[in-house]
């Protein structure tokens, strides 16, 4: 009976976990950028940016610049395609500093609105809605443009964001392209993507030793007339 009880609870806590979102999935990636190359101030200039997606529907991307967050940030999570972040994309953008932010889907008017949060050079934004749920986002795209100035790109992200596990290998040698440090050469079975795997060593002194018992015995065979007893020793 105690059995039975414990069974029945063990597939009841099963159930549970299942019921709760057993198959939702937590990507999550980062991305650096130079700093210096922003065409506007240091609070336009990106240094580094990093993503959380939950497939049940929450996103947050979070960019860090040089001096405290200026511009219009606009942050498009998608699917790699290639090396690039495309497809159905969900848009966290807004003005920083500012209060208001707008989360959108590619082919979803008003999709919402997300929050906006700054930390010393790091603006924030998330949004957390049913529409955001189960996508296949892979990746986020991340720029700057100048509020004021019509729209005029500072600065992005020099590759997208790749969710871990996620990342490209662009020359198919299994090596992905963050650590592959010869991206359009493959060189499958290296841990840099560059260097080729050793060639096998070549093997002990036997085939020397064969070759040279084979050389003998030809020397033998033409010499056996007048040399047989030697070569017999
Ligand atoms: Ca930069
Ligand atoms: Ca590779």
Avoid at 152 to 176: H, M, N, R, W
Wanted: proline share 7%; aromatic share 4%; hydrophobic share 35%.
């Amino acid at each position: 009976m105690l059995k039975k009880g414990i069974s029945a609870a063990l597939v009841a806590v099963a159930f549970g976990v299942c019921a709760t979102g057993a198959h939702a999935e937590i990507r999550t990636g980062q991305a650096t950028d130079p700093s210096g190359d922003s065409l506007g101030g240091p609070g336009a200039d990106i240094v580094s940016a990093r993503t959380t997606y939950d497939t049940n529907g929450s996103l947050s991307v979070a960019v860090t610049t040089v001096g405290p967050p200026a511009g219009f940030f606009i942050t498009l999570t998608g699917s790699v395609s290639g090396t690039d972040c495309l497809g159905v994309t969900g848009t966290l953008a807004g003005t920083a500093p500012g209060d208001l932010a707008i989360a959108t889907i590619t082919g979803i008017r008003g999709t919402g609105s997300a929050l906006e949060l700054i930390t010393g050079n790091t603006v924030s934004f998330s949004t957390s809605a049913p529409a955001f749920a189960g996508k296949d986002w892979t990746c986020t795209k991340v720029a700057i443009t100048d509020p004021g100035g019509n729209g005029q790109p500072l600065d992005e992200l020099a590759a997208p964001i790749y969710f871990a596990g996620f990342e490209p290998d662009s020359d198919g040698d299994g090596v992905k392209d963050p650590s592959d440090k010869c991206p359009t050469v493959a060189a499958a079975g290296t841990a840099d993507g560059c260097t080729p795997p050793p060639a096998p060593a070549t093997t002990s002194k036997k085939p020397t030793s064969k070759k040279h018992k084979a050389s003998k015995s030809k020397r033998c065979k033409a010499k056996k007339h007048h040399r047989k007893a030697r070569c017999k020793r």
